[in-house]
């Protein structure tokens, strides 16, 4: 089992406090991060630095280790999954709108890990006790196809392939307003917001982010879009086609405050194919999956007659 997960990155502005760089490079709030550079978990060109305003300089290394989670309590529970495909080192699942991945403050029960640990007889156990064989996640509100890894071997080479941009993800969502092109490239630096800690933001020290939309049909007031993912940030679909002017449709966090139809549910978002290499075999595997009825209502609602 990997003893937790080691991000790297050289610092670019002058003067950025060392808390912000790590929160933003490890993708953690900047009070965890606060937390990791007092345990001496934050190294500055190769040396621990225990103070979390000291101010970098470009061109310096920075290593944050982030420890691997304490185990959870987390339990099987008899929850309906649909297994869209399994054999002995994968699995396909999708995962409905509303149904956290895995175990955290305030979900630690009824989340895809609790149904996995009963539906499923192996699961890797690279990302720990709280997130065993979850190699990538989606949003609590949006619904779609995940990979599985059931052990290591499949783990390892599954992450691989998300950190080569190998892995083939496109997501189905219906965004706010008529598309001036009919497709596009929304490329911005991923982060935590500058202020508001629960929000990401594309912000200069970010993580490369990168995504690719095309419109599939226009709506009432808005375009049912296809986005494919180069990178895959926290939130990345919904920040960067905010930023162009486009959020998602019925997003609580990214979208305006009074939306122009009573959407309920959060964000009309769905991951509906992936593609990726067996790690065993070397074959090929693409799999899609429907929306679910709450999306497809809005979509004949909003429907062009």
Partial sequence: MIDGTVFEGVARADGERLDVFAAALADVTRSRAGTLIREGRVRVDGAAQSKAGFKLKPGMAVRV?????????????????????????????FKPSGMVVHPAAGNETGTLVNALLARLDNLSGIGGEIRPGI?????????????????????VSLSEQIKAHTVHRAY????????KQPSGTVEGPIGRHPTDRKRMAIVPDGRE????????????????????LTTG???????????????????????????????????????????????????????????????????EKLRIQ
């Fill in 65 to 93: 280790e982030v420890p691997a989670a304490a185990p959870t309590a987390a339990q099987p529970e008899d929850i309906d999954l649909d297994i869209v495909y399994q054999d002995a080192d994968v699995a396909v699942v």
């Fill in 135 to 155: 190699v990538h996640r989606i949003d609590k509100d949006t619904s779609g196809l995940l990979l599985v890894a059931k052990n290591d071997m499949a783990h």
């Fill in 172 to 179: 189905r969502a219906i965004v706010i307003g008529g598309m």
């Fill in 209 to 228: 982010a990168v995504t690719h939309w095309s419109a599939l049909e226009p709506l009432r007031g808005a375009t049912l879009i296809e986005a494919r």
């Fill in 233 to 299: 940030r926290t939130h990345q679909i919904r920040v960067h086609m905010a930023s162009i002017g486009h959020p998602v449709l019925g997003d609580p966090v990214y979208g305006p405050k009074k939306s122009p139809y009573p959407v309920d549910g959060g964000q009309l978002l769905h991951a509906y194919r992936i593609g990726f290499v067996h790690p065993r075999t070397g074959e090929e595997l693409i799999f899609e999956a429907d929306p679910e009825p709450r999306f497809t209502y809005w979509l």
